[in-house]
């Protein structure tokens, strides 16, 4: 493609007109004159003034768009404001343009089209030196259509007018339709859709491939000094790749995850800190039931020991009462012996005064002392009877009164007897007093008819008892036995429902969940036989967002809420473990939770998904649930619920498996988050009023129960008619001895002085004996008033000792209630068992030594705490204030709910946090193996590979070209830079290794010792914190172009090849010429010559060929248009362009001269001659004239010689 023609509006101080151009064009004219200016319009459009394409005044050798040097630099705006030596012609807001219509050449297919560049500026003035600003920049592209300045310059009522930018699109879209108007306000995509059309196609080429073409038409365009041939190479020829932006994200990347690294290990660190603190505090809570339980043993041996000693001073005291009964039998035994010999003496007595009757008045008086005695003996029999009759009296009250009290248990028969009994059975009318001593009108009539009286109340009293304790089948008696053995089963049964449901309540007022039975003894067996798998139950680490939803989602979940969560590496391990475990304690599920992960992964969330409506506070229980029940959906009706494979409504409704059923829970039983407990707590502590009112009746029962069965049992048969028969039988006995007594006459007798002697001796000796036992009585009484007084001592000690041991067990059991798996009973029974054996001086050491281990856990937990606080995030930290210098109840409360808040955090940061970090780092280092294998060392390896194939197709394409009379060759060569070859070689190791993959971790990957050192330079590089040298480092490495040394070699036929690095012999223009020869062979490669049929065939030479001689100049623009077919527009003052004119087809003469009228700050004007050349004509004149001036130069020589 050809450009035809090229239309300049408001571009410098060149008029608003249009070049048609044609094979060779020249621009000419003085200096100044705005030849370069015209060059730049073509150049704006072919670059769009693209950061790093263009280069204004590309002639000058020091010029740069970059200003250095304080120099003033052109640029879009300056251009469009007519900028001319620091003044502007365009003091206003101005609209530009430039346009260029291209056409195709002899051989392409491609439409022509035209390209446009649409600016505006604004000249800013409010600093010292006036300054022109670009305020917009716009591209258009016309497919077909070939642009004209009147498409830019409107004539109106005889006057012409600027198109304003705002307007001239859519004035094209009226013009040529809107699918022949293309508009972009981007330069890159500009470039793209521009070299796409130049390749004649109807789309946009790639980014590279149009830099590299603008880049390659802006460097052709000026000639720079070859300085170095490696630099030219480096720089002319070889595209540049630009790898910075990738470098920094790498670098950032890289930098993330070391930071994230960090950040990992800085967890992990916090995780072992709390793990510390929590085996401390865990330590602390088992050293302190350890020393409770130590307490509790020793209160007990205690309590034992004194009860043995209590034990033994009561058979001390038997022992003394048997010893005063001995001594006290031995004393009546002494005194019956010396009975009989007084007897025995009075006998002799009576024998040696004569009196017979003597005797039988003993006889009689022993009988009646006998009866004496018989008649107190049941005098206190009646007393006991009488006591009885006033128990059963009371007894009948209580009943009457319990009866009275219970409603619906009296019968009539009950209540008839016991009105009976308390109406006539008191026995009121027995004057006791007379019956206990003897009438002295021995008139017995009086006793007959209380014996009557006597009679009756003790009939009334049998009928009374037989009524509880006969009767066909059970008695009355044995019926309310059992009934209070039914109520004390009962309130047993409340009472362990009020215990176990108060302790439910304890865990969920302290954010514990009360757990299944086997769950607890499973979460026990795997905590012991493996602390590492740090086992937890699901569901205290969910929680339902929707509280309407909370029966039904956890009805549905059922048993699985209950499922013990382990680390990955201890499952198989935490399985075995419940398998292994008795009974049906054996049904606990360990999830699988790195499978569930892995299966969490490829599950695609229904956005109505029960999972959604969860919050989680650990990662496997995510995974689980996801992976478990993610396709079970939130359904509004049956009706859709029906329809639904595994669905769920908030009423409780379910389905699954092809079946519908019921699922919700009762507030009491839900588990899920803080408000399901508090839920449950309230449901809970409504059951435990009710199960209490249960218990309190059930109580009030038994006792009212148990007050009336003591009172039946006090119901006693009474003897009291026969014992009062009894004594009537001795009162009348004892009256008819009295009566012989005062019947007897006695007289006087001699006494046996012989007998009475020895008798009287013998009772002397038996008063003495009777003697010392009356003082053996009273040392046995002193020996058993102490006996007594030691056992009263240590039995109020026993109940101050039985008070300590049940503080003791009531402290166990408190702590038991707030502690899961402690089984308060199983750790009595086992101190029971110590106490007998334990040994108090051993065992008060064994305690100061867990005092100590106590007081040490304690500081080491706070210290733990304290470390966490320093390291951890500020909504991570732990408050600790509970030690104020006392080790009680209140310190190891506040340490349990402390070892709660540990846990908690502990498993944010190991199970939710660090989890997430490190899958965050897995992805990280996944982006980063990709971006650096493939975005940087894929990069660096291809472009060495490329500029390696690039200078192969340059040396392809020159070596059908010979340049000059002698026949020149040229071609590149290169040589590695022992410096980047291990760099080299390391990308090329990665990049056909095949284990890079997306599974093969970089940094753990398996390379050379060489690949490695290169591969930790480049990681030292990246995470460097002087980001300015690192990365001029890593640029400088990721520059495929300094891999080599380049050389370009001149070959002549029947000549070693020369490189042009050592050139030093030959002229400028000869080192000159083959860089033009290579520029053009880079750019022809630049425009894809080798693709396709359609190409840009145009080239700008800005002040050409400087050092080169005519005849070079010539050879060059021949090769450049003759050899290669391209359209040459060069530059060249007036005065250098005399011996081209026959070789252009068009030439643009440029004129700066004075204007007659100011045009803004300018007081010049610029004119333009265009001029389309005959080439053939101009070729005879200068023969003509070549001819004149040889025949000239032979007549001056003829003149000379002759003359």
Known sequence: MFLKRFVFVNWGNIPSLEFELGPVNLFSGGNGSGKTTAADAIQTVMTAAHENLFQFNPGQDETSQRGRGGKRVRTLASYVLGCDDGSYARLDPSDGYLAAVFHPTSGETAEPFTAVVCMRAWLDQSGPVSVARQEELSFLILPTEQLSLADFVGEAEGNRFLVPIEQLYNRLIQSFGRANVERYDTKKQYLRRLYGALRGRPDAVSEQEAVAAARAFSRFMAYKPVQSINRFVADEILERKDLGEAIRSISAQLKTIYAMERDAASLVESIQVLEQARAHSQGYIETWVELNLLDYTLAQHEYLERQRDYLAAKQEQTRQREALANTETAIIEMGQRRTSVHDRLVALEAKRLGIDALRQKDELDRARQEQERLLVEQGKTLLIENRQLEDNIRSTRAIVEILGATRGVAELETEALAGKILRHGRGDELDLGNLLQKDLTNDLSALEATLDDARALQHLHDEWRQHWFTGEGPSRRDRLASQVHDLARQQEQAGSQRRQKAAEIERLTSERVSYPAYVERALEAVGSQCPSADPRVLCDHVEVKDPDWQAAIEGYLGGARFSILVDAQHEAEAIRIVRAMPGRDNRARIIQGEKAAEDARRVDLHADSIVNALDFSHAVARHYLAASYGTVLQVDSAETLRRTRRGLTKDGMASGNYSLWRCDLPDSELVFGVAARQRALQAKQSELERIEADWGQVGERLVAAQSLLKAVDGLLALRYADTLGTMLKTHRELQRLEGLLAQMSLGEHEDLERELLALKQEEATLAKQEAELHQTVGNIQRRLEESDRRCKSLSDQQELNRERVEIREGELEAIAASRSGLDSRALLDQADRQAAEISPPIAQNQRREIENQLHSRERRMSEAIAGHNQRCRPGDGIVYQGF??????????????????????????????????????????????????????????????????????????????????????????????????????????????????????????????????????????????????????????ADYRNYHRYEIYKEVEGKPPIPLSEYGTGSGGQLETPAYIIRAAAITSAFRFAEGGNHLRMVLVDEAFSKMDETRSREVIGYLTESLGLQLVFIMPTSKCGPFLDLISNEFVFAKCPSERPRGELNTRVLVDRKQCNRERICDLWAQHRRTIYHQAELDFMDEVLG
């Not at 709910?897 to 199970?911: G, H, P």
């Not at 982006?927 to 390696?948: K, P, T």
């Not at 080299?984 to 690949?1011: I, M, W, Y």
Request: net charge negative.
């Open 884 to 1037: 104020d210098g006392s080790y009680d109840q209140r310190l190891f409360g506040a340490i349990c709910a402390l070892q709660q808040r540990i846990d908690r955090v502990f498993n944010v940061l190991k199970n939710n946090i660090l989890v997430e970090k490190h899958d965050k780092l897995k992805q990280l280092k996944a982006s980063f193996n990709s971006a650096f294998v493939s975005h940087l060392c894929h990069a660096i390896y291809q472009s060495i590979d490329e500029g390696r194939r690039q200078i192969e197709l340059l040396n392809k394409e020159l070596q059908h070209h010979r340049f000059g009379s002698d026949r020149e060759t040229f071609r590149f060569d290169s040589a590695w830079i022992p410096e980047y070859r291990d760099y080299a070689k390391f990308f090329e190791d990665l990049v056909q290794n095949p284990q890079f993959g997306d599974d093969v971790d970089l940094f753990e990957a398996k390379l050379s010792k060489r690949s490695r050192s290169v591969l930790e330079r480049l990681m030292s590089m990246l995470l460097d914190e002087d980001e300015q040298r690192a990365f001029r480092e890593l640029d400088r490495i």
